[in-house]
């Protein structure tokens, strides 16, 4: 036992240890200078610190153990989206605080426990799709070891199906924007899976037309599109933010504003900044951008760089197909909300509400990424080295 136990910490990785304290400094530095609050900075090294025993605790176990607990993870979180889907739609009671169901922005999303404030059901549930992805291909290779078209199909068919109920029940509470990262995930996962190209790539443009066809829709045919009023709107605000004076187009343009404030060294500690609304949450990169100006910005980003390469180095050097899609899974997942998040601030693509990961301020989010870097430190620990490799 003491030599397993010694073995492991001798390939933990240190590194990717290292670079999650980074960003931990580096989100409670922000969270104060956007808020001037101690008890969010307080609050925010709290949930780290519960992330860190969470980290601790999934070291403890083999990772292949998840295996037997697959399904289970996945039906457990299903029954925590039905009610706040059921809530969503007017048929179990929600409201925005001093209830169990919680409607926040439109979107019932939460719950409210007491002690800990809201949780994000949805945010958890990202772990679980992984782990159930990552173990029903395992079982579909082991069952079909000799690929054919018609196995292609049908893993095809399986990743699809399992993460459509999710995904549809997060996108009709509705949350779009965690909705697109279960997506991201089972993207990553179909690009590792062995799906033959041709299949991945007729899928993917069947996606892009149906995208197509909505918004053709919406624009000739409103009354039969998917999207709603309120959604075309965010994406109008983003496209054209001068033409809108509230909500999204109002955040964007002190987002640009502060942004550009910032310049190449920042205004820390000098100036009061520009305004941003939720700042210490979605939109603490424009403050990261403004303080610490383009320089700082830098930092922020080669850090995620750093942090993505270290999770990717870990998928290609482990000799188990499960160990990799667990890796792949929650690179896909951090790569996605990093990119969305920072793209959104600066206008290159419409805002959805996705925190910036390890940074903005959020339990529910901070938890997830924390326990989605506890699985890849198990992954990359209990990597096995072979002579002749």
């Not at 030599?3 to 409670?28: A, E, G, M, P, R």
């Not at 009610?83 to 409607?103: D, H, M, N, W, Y």
């Not at 068919?157 to 029940?169: D, M, Q, W």
Request: proline fraction near 4%; charged fraction near 10%.
């Amino acid at each position: 036992m003491d030599k397993d136990n010694n073995s492991t910490l001798q390939q933990l990785d240190y590194t990717l240890l290292f670079i999650i304290f980074l960003l931990l400094c580096v989100s409670l530095i922000s969270i104060y200078l956007a808020t001037g609050s101690g008890h969010l900075v307080l609050m925010q090294f709290i949930w780290y610190m519960i992330g860190g025993i969470a980290i601790t605790g999934i070291m403890l176990v083999d990772f292949d153990r998840f295996r037997h607990i697959a399904w289970y993870l996945y039906g457990f979180g299903i029954l925590l989206l039905i009610p706040l889907f059921l809530a969503s739609k007017g048929l179990l009671p929600s409201c925005e605080q001093g209830c169990f169901i919680v409607t926040e922005n439109g979107a019932t999303s939460w719950y409210y426990v007491p002690g800990a404030g809201t949780v994000q059901p949805s945010e958890f549930f990202k772990i679980f799709l992984i782990v159930a992805l990552g173990h029903l291909t395992v079982s579909h290779h082991e069952k079909h070891p000799e690929k054919t078209l018609r196995d292609d199909l049908k893993l095809l068919g399986k990743i699809i199906g399992v993460s459509a109920v999710p995904l549809g029940l997060v996108a009709l509470q509705p949350d779009l924007g965690t909705a697109s990262v279960l997506a991201s995930i089972m993207g990553s996962l179909l690009v590792i899976s062995g799906i033959r190209w041709r299949i991945l790539s007729a899928a993917f443009l069947i996606g892009v037309l149906f995208i197509a066809v909505n918004i053709l829709l919406y624009i000739y045919f409103p009354e039969h599109a998917l999207l709603k009023d309120y959604q075309m709107d965010r994406i109008n605000a983003w496209l054209h933010p001068e033409n809108y004076s509230g909500g999204d187009a109002y955040q964007l343009k002190q987002s640009l504003q502060a942004i550009g404030t910032g310049q190449l060294y920042g205004t820390w500690p000098n100036e009061t900044g520009v305004f941003v609304p939720v700042a210490y949450a979605d939109f603490i990169f424009s403050i990261i951008a403004e303080k610490f100006g383009f320089l700082g910005a830098s930092v922020v980003i080669s850090l995620f760089f750093l942090l993505i390469y270290r999770m990717i180095l870990t998928a290609l050097e482990i000799h188990d197909r499960f160990g990799s899609y667990l890796c792949a899974g929650v690179i896909g997942m951090i790569t996605f909300q990093v990119f969305q998040n920072i793209g959104m601030t600066i206008q290159v693509l419409p805002i959805t509400g996705l925190p910036l990961p390890f940074i903005s301020y959020g339990g529910s989010s901070l938890l997830t990424c924390m326990i989605a870097v506890g699985i890849v430190l198990n992954v990359r620990s209990r990597k096995r080295t072979y002579m002749f490799e």
